[in-house]
């Protein structure tokens, strides 16, 4: 193998080499970019929220919604109650009968005989 080497003559090739190795070619550029800086920084903001938008709607879309159900109760069982006879039962067999209802007012006898002004004055 041997080793190659270019020549370059043309000017303008040259002259675009020595801008490249020397940096100038990005004056412009850099002058650009802080100029309109801020443009820049809300635009790349704009798209990473744009992409976690689409990126979380794919993983949304892909989940399935949970599904509750209420626990398993069973069959219901009747519930045993025992039966205990108290001396004082009679007393709460009274208490539940009790009637709260008022009796009927009994209407006085209507006598003609009463005199409401009396002559002793």
């Known amino acids: 193998m041997s080793n190659l080497k270019f020549e370059i003559t043309n000017p303008e090739a040259v002259k675009l080499l020595n801008d490249i190795k020397t940096g100038a070619y990005l004056v412009p550029i850099k002058a650009w970019i802080t100029r309109f800086k801020w443009f820049l920084v809300s635009g790349l903001v704009l798209v990473v929220l744009l992409i976690a938008l689409a990126v979380g709607k794919a993983i949304f879309q892909r989940s399935k919604p949970p599904v509750f159900l209420p626990p398993d109760l069973g069959t219901p069982v009747p519930t045993t109650r025992k039966t205990v006879k108290s001396d004082y039962e009679w007393i709460r067999q009274n208490i539940q009968n009790f009637s709260t209802d008022l009796p009927d007012p009994v ?14 004055i």
Do not use: G, R, V, W
């Not at 209407?107 to 002793?120: H, T, V």
């Open 107 to 120: 209407i006085p006898p209507f006598d003609n005989a009463i005199d409401l002004e009396s002559d002793n």
